[in-house]
């Protein structure tokens, strides 16, 4: 690698940890250059301004963490546990997210052009299809709840989040339970008994 990729790689994992921290408003240029071994003259060469700094090591978090989770709308369920152990592995990338949405876009779509959004809604479609999912549920609503029951123990969680105290057992006992949430909310309702509808 050579010197300037090797100090772009430095200054991004050193924003990264400084974001994460402190978010975009607290964090301080002074201190990543001191972290990356840099001037801050140099980081303006590579990014522009602290704004642009932030929204390359965001890019480059939310690429990074889609791509390890690929998205499988015939398993739901399963996905949603890859998520969790995703977040669990990433945490700066939940607090990162944080940061954007609380000093960046306060409602809305938080990634517009996140990977393949687009992708995801059409692959939903194709499982209510198939059967794999309850045809009567918005599969934007979907993506968004599946996405927010695996953060549920995420780095900002508000009841709870995950610690490297917790054991194996205690984060495969979350995955299931969370996996089985998932399924009871997309699936398909069993019919009703003949005769036994509410009147």
Known sequence: MRDGQATRRRVLQAAAAEFAQHGIAGARVDRIAAAAATSKAQMYDYFGNKDGLFDAVFAEHTAAVMDAVPFTAQDLPGYAARLY???????????????????????????????????????????????????????????????????????????????????????????????????????????????????
């Open 85 to 199: 152990d995703a977040h669990r592995k990433h945490p700066e990338f939940v607090r990162l997210a944080g940061w954007a949405r609380l000093e960046r876009v306060p409602t809305g779509d938080l990634i517009p052009d996140a990977v393949g959004h687009e992708a995801k809604l059409q692959a939903l479609r194709q499982a209510q299809a198939d059967g794999s999912i309850d045809p009567a549920l918005d599969p934007s609503q979907v993506l968004s709840l599946v996405v927010a029951m695996a953060m549920t123990w995420s780095a900002i969680s508000v009841v709870r989040t995950t610690t490297s105290a917790d054991s194996a057992r205690v984060h495969a006992d979350r995955k299931r339970f969370l996996s089985e949430m998932v399924r009871r909310a997309t699936s398909i309702p069993a019919a009703a008994p003949h005769g036994s509808e509410r009147r």
